[in-house]
């Protein structure tokens, strides 16, 4: 029994209920399963039920179940977020946020309870950064408490010294400072401008996302272990000072790299996804690809200023709009004719997958949101940015795009409603010209770091490596097997 608890750990993942967070968490399922882990992989009810909704061709009710086929280890179950499946998550925010904050926690401590007591051998808690109770249901269930976090470091440290920035009046501050943040630990001055959109905010800091993000940040200093989506080699310095307060590992990116058809695939979309293949065929880096994610909203006024910047400027495009990307009670948000104005030349749809679309050849540039994951896709696939953040961690992901390691341009400088005419002058920059052949040229470099790090002796694989040895150290302290093993032998 307790040899099997190292060879083959078991651990229970709990990813956070938005899309963004579900890929990497899946992809990271994946990557420790085929290091020997058995995975219990659990989705919200609400979740599984988009997914599976959108997937036609899952069977059954375990999203797992092909990837199973391969021999890995991996289980799959889910647990209510609190709320009714009608009930509309986005159209209700806040109320939502607030089950997630107060009652959510009540069905992963029943759910795990339940699990531990039938399989005692469970050992290893996997949950979301962004999670207010890890640390309570870890201790709880003698569990090795593992944080994981789907964005870079820089975001992580700078909610993690939000003592600092209070400090020094940075935040939570009615007039927070206009100047450089040059006191975090591992972090180059940075314009408040570049902050996380919370912590931007001077009207209310005690939002429900405000109350989650004081108390996640708390707790994850309780975690045994902190595992990050990013590269050591872009983030070296941030990654290092983190090491100084708790065992951090850089394991990033943790895609399914070669996005091949021959990858495991496991469905994650929240919505049915567009093939654009047959569209597709177009010159070589002529298509300029357009999305803003899964969870972020445009203003109707930016979108239609964004439409029109798209038909004016003559370039072909494929434009992922959610219907909900301005509001779900907002049906109407394109401009009159709009659609039969690009036909030849623009393509509309509600989702893809977008691996199969940033990796075709006609793909010269992304405009985007600057979500986390996209900016990994985009440079593995050779596709410089046009940056339009909207939310969150977003801006602070522009300002690793454009000013460190230059391959993208901000959409617009200012906090004002963007025109047309500027949408149309930043399209043109990053599809052709000089300043497009040195955002390839530089964004080329970064897909060689990101393919090394992935390799046998790269640094993300010894880190995962290193990760895998230290949760099992950690398992034999828990458990008692140290004293045991030297007094028995192996």
Same mark, same amino acid.
């Given at each position: ?58 069977? %059954? ?231 803003? %994610? ?197």
């Amino acid at each position: 029994m307790e040899k099997d608890l190292l060879k083959r750990p078991r651990a229970i993942m709990f990813p956070y209920t938005l899309q963004g967070h579900v890929i990497p968490f899946v992809h990271l399922a994946i990557k420790l399963a085929s290091k020997g882990f058995t995975i219990t992989f659990v989705n919200t009810l609400s979740i599984h039920h988009q997914i599976t909704k959108s997937q036609s061709a899952i069977a %059954g009710d375990n999203i797992f179940a092909e990837a199973s086929k391969s021999g890995l280890d991996k289980r799959y179950t889910t647990i209510s977020d609190g709320f009714p499946m009608g009930f509309d998550r986005s159209l209700n925010h806040d109320q939502f946020m607030e089950g997630l904050l107060h009652v959510f926690s009540a069905h992963v401590d029943d759910l795990v309870g339940r699990m531990v007591h039938s399989d005692p051998s469970i050992t290893c808690l996997i949950a979301d950064t962004f999670f207010m109770w890890p640390s309570m249901i870890a201790k709880k269930y003698n569990l090795v408490n593992v944080s994981f976090w789907t964005e870079p470091a820089l975001v992580l440290t700078l909610y993690y010294h939000l003592d600092l920035l209070i400090k020094n009046g940075h935040f939570a501050s009615q007039d927070n400072r206009e100047d450089p943040v040059d006191y975090i630990p591992g972090v180059r001055a940075i314009e408040p401008k570049d902050l996380m959109s919370y912590i931007q905010t001077t009207e209310n800091i005690s939002t429900v996302v405000h109350r989650i993000i004081y108390k996640a940040f708390k707790d994850v200093k309780k975690a045994d272990f902190i595992v990050c989506n990013t590269v050591q080699e872009l983030e070296s310095e941030t990654i290092s000072a983190l090491q100084e307060k708790q065992p951090i590992y850089a394991i990033g990116p943790i895609f399914p790299t070669g996005f091949s058809k021959n990858n495991i695939i496991v469905p994650t979309s929240l919505w049915s996804e567009s093939d654009c293949t047959d569209w597709l065929h177009k010159p070589h880096g002529s298509v300029l690809y357009v999305s803003f %994610g899964s969870y972020s909203h445009v203003s109707k006024q930016d979108t239609v200023e964004i439409a029109y910047g798209l038909l004016l400027s003559g370039v072909s495009f494929i434009w992922v709009l959610r219907p909900d990307v301005v509001k779900s009670d907002v049906p109407n948000f394109l401009p009159v004719r709009f659609e039969d104005d690009i036909k030849g030349r623009g393509l509309i749809i509600p989702w893809c997958r977008q691996i199969d679309v940033i990796s075709h050849p006609a793909i010269g540039g992304f405009l985007s949101h600057c979500g986390w994951n996209s900016i990994l896709e985009s440079i593995w696939c050779n596709v410089p940015f046009l940056c339009f953040p909207l939310l969150t961690d977003q801006f602070t992901n522009r300002k690793l795009v454009v000013d460190d390691w230059r391959i993208g341009l901000h959409l617009h400088d200012k906090k004002a409603v963007i025109s047309r005419e500027e949408v149309v002058e930043k399209i043109k920059r990053v599809m052709s010209g000089k300043v497009a052949e040195e955002l390839r040229r530089i964004i080329k470099e970064l897909r060689k770091i990101l393919e090394n790090t992935l390799n046998t002796n790269g640094s993300s694989e010894r880190n995962l490596n290193q990760f895998i040895n230290d949760v099992k150290t950690r398992i034999r302290k828990k458990h008692g097997i140290v004293a045991r093993e030297q007094f028995l032998g192996p």
